[in-house]
Nanobody, 116 residues
Framework: QVQLVESGGGLVQAGGSLRLSCAAS????????MGWYRQAPGKQRESVAT???????NYADSVKGRFTISRDTAKGTVSLQMSSLKPEDTGVYYC??????????WGQGTQVTVSS
């Protein structure tokens, strides 16, 4: 099993930057994909960015050019550098991991609030 613990997040003004980090523990050797999802109030959880063990990345159109995902597979960590933040980026951000057998794991979530 995989456990995920997030850090980072907080309150920032529009145009500012934040960095989210996530550390995986447990059977980390089984992880293929890691990434970040977010959920805004009253909306469904959506994928923000993902990265495979091989380094292939995928971003939501709304964050392309502003967010950068990175991963240290040896350490079992994934980070999300968020720049040029907008009020619509506000939400709870969840770390995500998926094993080779497609078993998902989620972190507890961290709040990101962007004020206008």
């Amino acid at each position: 099993q995989v456990q995920l613990v997030e850090s980072g997040g907080g309150l920032v003004q529009a145009g500012g930057s934040l960095r989210l980090s996530c550390a995986a523990s447990g059977t980390t050797f089984t992880i293929n994909v890691m990434g970040w999802y977010r959920q805004a109030p009253g909306k469904q959880r959506e994928s923000v960015a993902t990265i495979t063990r091989g380094g292939f990345t995928n971003y939501a159109d709304s964050v392309k050019g502003r967010f950068t995902i990175s991963r240290d597979t040896a350490k079992g960590t994934v980070s999300l550098q968020m720049s040029s933040l907008k009020p619509e980026d506000t939400g709870v951000y969840y770390c995500y991991a998926e094993t080779w057998s497609r078993t998902p794991s989620w972190g507890q979530g961290t709040q990101v609030t962007v004020s206008s």
